[in-house]
């Protein structure tokens, strides 16, 4: 039942996904700007050059027919894993992406620790104890956040904790040339600590609200009632009956999150300057990078289209009364 | 129907209106006394109705309208009254702190004897005959120890010395004590401040022994030594520039000195140029105040322009065309003139009658003089920079004019943020709300065939609306405005953010419309319109429409919070509007540099504060709206 529920799942994923992928190429292929000249070594004399620009241009296969370029870059992309060349970084772009996608795993990672630890209890007791003091607080930081442009609340923390206090670095990475073993550790942590914050503050408007909407909606059925009525201790009410239901829309906004936060990144990644994918694709943008841009996108793209199918799933899962049709 | 029946019925009608304007105000303004029982109230409110009572009843959402109210009157209406130049920019002028007292001098200066004025970028100096020196006006230095003193704070041998001469130059000041020890304070990154061993033995070995004057420029710094020999040290510009003629070593008398020009005053009466070559400021000088013929009395120069008055009284006017400091103002008389003052861009003349003329550059107030002194005996005035002091002759100071300073602070091409923050406004709330007319258009349309038509047509659009959100937004916005907009013109750049987002930003509402629509065509009160034998047509645009409608205008406000968000975000990172358009965003982009956040706060605090304050009174509106729509919210 479930795996039939996958693949039909997967199956309509599929036009989604060629759909973006011709979107994408197409969009590589006006943008302005020749790669070929890119690579062109800056010692070539003139009576070589044409040959050269040939060589280098087969060797793109960009001397091919255009529909012919979108089935070699999608037979290579899906089927090899191989995402061309980057003219920017002049390696495989496989290769160029490596560790900026280790680095925004990482930094993501600590942002979806710190979430969830946050978002789960206030959104719990905001909608427990609605209407109180802590759960307008909580309201009135929601909205806030709303209207918090990322790079606005980047600077100002880099403003404050770095510049006024500083206690943290005010942007980049830890060497690894300079410190070892421990010293290593803290200096990821230290370079962390304002992206982290940024990040959680950014995603944690949305989630504590619809948390509280999902408890608040369940508080509110018979059950509960039923429980109470039992004579249940509040806290078995709230956490074993009114938790586990609103379990099911919170897994799916929580799946959202995780996946969300690989493109929410870009801003705060270029603000603190952190070595991570968004902040490489603004500077593939920057340097007319076609095959790191298109690369990237179709990344944080598939990873958007999986996030959904796993929220679907998940939502099946979690709550038997759907019906997996 | 009678006609008489007809007007009593028109009548009542307007009684009816006039009540419920009456009514609506008292809830506005007055807080409603009368309570009415849960099934009065009931039966009188109209949906409609019962939304504005929630709205008007909600703190909130006045406090977000009354702020967005403010927000948009500052953008549209500052805007249209203070037009801008896009183009303009003031270099020397760049990054100054919010402030309005460059020229509010201090009121003991009035008791005492004012021996000279001078103006920087944002403050003013003056010494008085007791050796003492005043500064006033607005600190302009980030106080980086060694390079950047803060002008404002008059180093403490400096203030114990008695001092014999100033000189200002953009962001420094230096000073020559009776002791002809040198010193000075401020932006000193080229050495300006003390005088290098090398000019020490230049002296030396030109037999000078004391400076007789001292003179600042943009960067540089000069001595004047009492034998006539002229001296220079600074920036590099100047040290290329700035080479005396052999001739006018040892003759030198006075010097008048723009940031690559200069005039030498010569002890025969007449006037050598120097500088820069080929510009119309030495090439143009005029003949009979080299050769001996006509005494020079005094000179005064902007960066490009001289003006001289002779022995006679008559004036003398060249350099280059801009700002028109080439030719005398229209109707202006050029005879008896007793002083003559020159300001970064304009000149000034005293006639001897008492009035007072300014040409030249228009911005900043330098043309604005005081009403207060023109009845009153003004003996000379001070000009330098933006600042004009008038003086009486018993040196005491008149009034003043010019610079009075910017009350959001300057940015680095020395422009008014606030009027860029009006006008920034203007362009970032439009390009919001295009944004958003064109994203609910497209989704409406979308929505409604989807929810309409269902089958393969709602497959089709859904699918799109997949693929458009499969792709993350931000991403895919920065990457098509860099391959479409590059070759774009500004202008077409500000329409093709706005398509840009419209277009690609529709499909959370289009969803939410068709989910909406599949909702309220299983309700019961479209069962019974359709069994009452209603038109389909009917049942749609009368019966489910509405209900749609609230979600949509939600949504809309709710989206367009958002489109200002993603324009400021965009624009930040510099894919979004360039410069010298403004939008709030672009505005931040100089946040990006640490230098500014740390030093120039008032270029990007500002700025997003704005954006903050537009996107929260914004939201609190929504948000309000959602909550006064939302038929389950008075339950929670």
Not at chain 1, 141 to 148: I, K, R, V, Y
Not at chain 2, 450 to 466: C, E, N
Request: glycine share 8%; with cysteine.
């Amino acid at each position: 039942m479930l795996i039939r529920f996958v693949i039909k799942r997967i199956i309509i994923l599929f036009p989604v996904v060629i759909g973006i992928s011709i979107i994408l190429f197409i969009v590589q292929h006006i943008m302005p700007g020749d790669p070929v000249r890119a690579l062109m070594p800056p010692d070539v004399r003139p009576e070589h050059w044409q040959a050269v620009y040939d060589a280098i241009e087969a060797r793109l296969g960009l001397d091919r027919p255009v529909i012919e370029q979108y089935f070699r870059w999608v037979y290579s992309f899906f089927i090899r894993g191989e995402f061309g060349y980057s003219t920017m970084m002049n390696m495989s772009v496989n290769a160029a992406i490596r560790e900026p996608l280790r680095n925004t795993i990482i930094l993501n990672s600590f942002v979806i620790m710190f979430h969830l630890a946050i978002a789960l209890p206030v959104g719990i007791k905001m909608a427990v104890k609605r209407g109180s003091l802590f759960d307008n607080t909580w309201q009135v930081f929601s909205l806030a956040t709303f209207s918090l442009p990322a790079f606005f609340l980047a600077l100002t923390l880099i403003f404050i904790f770095s510049i006024t206090l500083g206690w943290l670095p005010v942007s980049g990475m830890p060497n690894p040339h300079l410190l070892q073993g421990r010293d290593l550790y803290i200096g990821w942590l230290r370079h962390l600590a304002l992206p982290v914050t940024t990040l959680v503050i950014m995603s944690l408007a949305g989630a504590i609200r619809y948390i509280r909407n999902a408890m608040i909606d369940a508080l509110s059925q018979d059950y509960i009632r039923t429980a109470r009525s039992k004579g249940l201790s509040e806290k078995v009410v709230i956490y074993s009956h009114a938790f586990r239901n609103a379990l099911i829309p919170i897994s799916t906004i929580i799946v959202g999150v995780v996946f969300s936060l690989f493109a929410g990144a870009v801003i705060t990644e270029t603000v603190f300057g952190y070595n991570g994918i968004g902040r490489l694709l603004i500077q593939g943008v920057n340097n007319r990078d076609r095959m790191l841009i298109i690369s990237t996108n179709m990344l944080f793209a598939l990873i958007n289209v999986t996030s959904i199918l796993i929220a679907d799933i998940v939502y099946g899962l979690v709550d038997p009364r759907i019906k997996l049709k | 129907m009678s006609k008489q029946e007809n007007s009593h019925k028109n009548q009542s009608t307007g009684r009816k209106v006039g009540k419920s304007f009456l009514s609506m105000f008292k809830r506005l303004f007055v807080r409603d006394k009368l309570e009415l029982n849960v099934l009065e109230e009931e039966a009188m409110r109209t949906p409609m109705k019962a939304v504005l009572i929630k709205l008007v009843n909600n703190k909130m959402a006045i406090i977000g309208f009354c702020m967005f109210v403010a927000v948009f009157l500052f953008s549209f209406v500052g805007s249209w009254l203070n037009p801008i130049d896009l183009f303009y920019v003031e270099l020397t002028n760049r990054n100054i702190r919010p402030s309005q007292n460059i020229l509010n001098y201090p009121a003991e200066l009035a008791d005492k004897n004012i021996v000279v004025i001078e103006s920087g970028v944002s403050f003013s100096v003056a010494l008085t005959d007791d050796g003492n020196l005043t500064v006033w006006g607005t600190e302009c230095n980030t106080g980086w120890p060694g390079i950047s003193d803060f002008i404002l704070e008059v180093p403490e041998e400096i203030q114990n010395a008695h001092i014999v001469d100033i000189a200002v130059g953009m962001r420094f000041i230096v000073t020559l004590d009776d002791e002809g020890v040198f010193r000075g304070w401020g932006h000193a990154a080229h050495g300006q401040t003390e005088i290098p061993q090398m000019v020490e033995t230049f002296m030396m070995f030109d037999g000078a022994r004391d400076i007789a004057e001292i003179l600042a420029g943009a960067m540089w710094s000069g001595v004047l030594s009492d034998n006539g020999f002229l001296y220079f040290w600074g920036s590099f510009q100047a040290e290329q520039n700035f080479i005396v003629p052999f001739e006018a070593q040892g003759r030198i008398v006075g010097v008048r000195a723009g940031d690559v020009n200069m005039i030498l005053l010569l002890d025969d009466g007449t006037i050598m140029p120097m500088g820069v070559r080929g510009t119309e400021f030495i090439n143009n000088v005029p003949p009979e105040l080299m050769d001996g013929s006509v005494r020079v009395e005094d000179v005064v120069v902007t960066n490009r322009n001289v003006l001289a008055l002779d022995e006679h009284g008559n004036l003398h006017i060249w350099g280059s065309s801009i700002d028109r400091l080439n030719r005398f103002p229209d109707g202006f008389v050029p005879e008896r003139v007793v002083a003559i003052a020159a300001g970064y861009r304009n000149f000034v003349a005293l006639k001897d009658t008492g009035e007072i003329v300014v040409w030249g550059g228009e911005e900043l107030g330098v043309i604005d003089t005081p009403r207060n002194i023109e009845d009153k005996p003004v003996a000379r005035i001070f000009g330098s920079s933006f600042q004009f002091y008038a003086v009486d002759e018993y040196n005491n100071i008149l009034g003043a004019w010019g610079n009075r300073g910017y009350l959001f602070g300057s940015d680095d091409a020395g422009r008014d943020i606030f009027t860029r923050l009006m006008h920034g406004g203007r362009i970032s709330l439009t390009v919001g709300i295009a944004a958003v007319i064109i994203a609910t258009f497209i989704a409406i349309v979308v929505g409604l065939a989807s929810g309409f038509f269902g089958g393969w047509v709602d497959h089709t659009l859904m699918r799109l609306a997949d693929i458009f959100d499969g792709i993350p937004f931000l991403p895919l916005v920065i990457t098509l405005s860099f391959v479409i907009g590059d070759a774009m013109t500004e202008m077409q750049r500000l329409y093709f953010i706005m398509i840009l987002l419209g277009v690609l930003g529709w499909t959370g509402l289009a969803r939410l419309i068709r989910a909406q629509i599949l909702v309220e065509r299983e309700k019961d009160f479209v069962l019974a319109a359709r069994s009452l034998g209603i038109k389909q047509r009917h049942i749609m645009s009368r019966h489910i429409l509405p209900n749609v409608f609230n979600f949509v205008i939600v949504s809309v406000t709710l989206s367009y919070a958002t489109f200002i968000l993603t324009e400021a975000a965009l624009s930040f990172l510099g894919f979004g509007l360039r410069e010298p358009i403004p939008s709030w965003g672009n505005m931040l982009t100089a946040a990006e540099d640490a230098t500014v956040v740390q030093y120039f706060w008032w270029r990007w605090i500002i700025p997003g504060s704005f954006v903050v304050l537009a996107a929260l009174s914004i939201n609190l509106v929504g948000d309000a709206l959602r909550e006064a729509m939302d038929p389950k919210s008075e339950e929670r």
